[in-house]
């Protein structure tokens, strides 16, 4: 399996940055894992965009699922995706309709996002909505993905997605504070991406993200082989990041960078 990092910028975007976007790909499938602020211009980089099989969303914030935006009105008016030539492009009588897991209520949500301007059913139109159930299994090629619930400021989802082929297993922990079910649900797991968004552990009210030291922990108690943080911004210092990772995670660490591509 092959992981390429689109975004990784927490909910403002790095300088030139996209936020949460991963592209998984094996043996011809592609999934986009989470497609927030800036993806879909990271994503056309990487993979022809009517070339992704589907999108999968972990939660419903804007950093995670803004760019469905721009990626439907790609779907929607492309020239390509017309059934008559335009331009350069011969028409087609089968336009790209990828699939879109999303949680319960997402369809709802993106009504009101895109109902702002007049424009309800873009997304759903665009692609096939899927509200994804917490107990569902997803196989999308040879890729299968599994769901756990984890504690952040909406309902939210680690997701795991193994290899039916052999090729290995990444555990994505989405946005979460501390819990154990993510230590549980990423056990033995080939690359555990988690997020390490905070310099300092939130002080006051509910708490909703990870400090570098407690993704570490959640890590080496998972038996992780190798992790990878993301969700830190590029104001935070990643030597420091990484530095306080090592500490406690005895395996190999890495802060994520938009174009790095891992493979298991
Ligand atoms: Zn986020
Ligand atoms: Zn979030």
Redo the contacts with the bound molecule.
Sequence with gaps: MKLTILGKS??WQDADGA??GYLLEEDGSAVLLDC?NGVFSKLRRYRDYTAVDAVVIS?L?A??FLDLVPFSYALTYAPRQQSVPVDRWPGTDKPAHPKLYAPRGAKEVFRRVVGAWGNEDLIENAFELIEFEPSDIIDVGTLRFSFQDVPHFTETFAIDIASTNGGGRITYG??CSPNEALVEFAKDTDLLMI?A?LPRAERTGKRG?LTPQEAAEHAQRAGAKRVVLT?VSDELDELWVRKCACRIFRGKVDVAREGAVYTT
């Design positions: 927490p909910s936020c949460s927030g939660h914030h950093d995670h989405a946005d997020e968004t993200h969700h």
